[in-house]
């Protein structure tokens, strides 16, 4: 019995995850990875939660170099309606710019915020602030 509910606590926090996804950081992933295990599974949900947020969240996070690309660069910003949120794909009228040596990312300015893009699907990556 005990056991079994150990798995259920176990399975049911690495669906927290699911929540840090759109985190644009690892401690932040990692944040709320344990908050929401935490709330579902209790001490073994947060840690479950937390090492798995701060994976999810590290492997969405560009590297400096790119962040620090996007930042010198300049570029003209483009109105959009709707707010830029991670995880969500731009409008395809948005025009989109490379950055060297990477193939990785994409980037573009939105609504005057600098957003990295991953190219394939237009999703938005990171915003930086």
């Known amino acids: 019995?005990?056991?079994?509910?150990?798995?259920?606590?176990?399975?049911?926090?690495?669906?927290?995850?699911?929540?840090?996804?759109?985190q644009a950081s690892?401690?932040?992933?990692?944040?709320?990875?344990?908050?929401?295990?935490?709330?579902?599974?209790?001490p073994v949900g947060a840690v479950v939660g937390g090492v798995a947020g701060a994976s999810i969240g590290a492997a969405s996070e560009p590297p400096?170099?790119?962040?620090?690309?996007?930042i010198q660069e300049r570029r003209p910003s483009v109105r959009v309606e709707r707010e830029v949120v991670v995880g969500e794909p731009l409008p395809s009228n948005v025009q989109l710019?490379?950055?060297?040596?990477?193939?990785?990312?994409?980037y573009t300015v939105v609504n005057d915020r600098r957003v990295i893009?991953?190219?394939?699907?237009?999703k938005v990556i990171q915003v930086i602030e």
Do not use: C, D, H, K
Request: hydrophobic fraction near 50%; avoid cysteine; charged fraction near 10%.
């Open 1 to 22: 019995m005990r056991n079994g509910i150990l798995a259920s606590t176990v399975a049911l926090s690495l669906l927290a995850p699911v929540a840090a996804f759109a």
């Open 26 to 42: 690892t401690a932040t992933g990692a944040v709320g990875g344990a908050a929401v295990g935490a709330a579902v599974g209790g």
């Open 64 to 70: 400096a170099e790119v962040r620090s690309y996007v």
């Open 97 to 106: 710019y490379t950055i060297p040596n990477n193939n990785a990312y994409e």
């Open 117 to 122: 893009v991953e190219p394939r699907t237009r």
